[in-house]
């Protein structure tokens, strides 16, 4: 992956261990947990090392992006989920782009709410 500057990070605390969990992020992140090429639309696979760590990246006219999710078990039963955001957003118009999903505080709670959902699909 490319070094891009850091956006920001966050994390849960997930009631489950690492394998569990990282079924969960594959059942929530690709249309076919079975095909890491079937991604969200924008994303693309960078690097998965399972069940440890899961690089994304993207790229769109305004920014280039990388999403990364870590998974370290804090207990036999409990695993620290962490999503971590990277991104360069060029020119004038990526300027307005940056301010528009990360000054507004919308990407915090969109990466929030996945982190919630990785969770709950645990305990699905």
Known sequence: MERLP???QHSTLVPADRARTWSA????TCEDPDDLSTLP???TLDE???PHRLALTGRHP???YALVFRLDEETPTGTRLTAESWGEFP???GRLYRALVIGTGG???VVRAMLRRIAGAVRA
């Open 6 to 8: 850091y956006i920001d």
């Open 25 to 28: 992020l594959l059942r929530t």
């Open 41 to 43: 639309r924008g994303f």
């Open 48 to 50: 998965a090392d399972p």
């Open 62 to 64: 305004f920014s280039r």
């Open 91 to 93: 020119g004038p118009h």
């Open 107 to 109: 990407h915090r709670l």
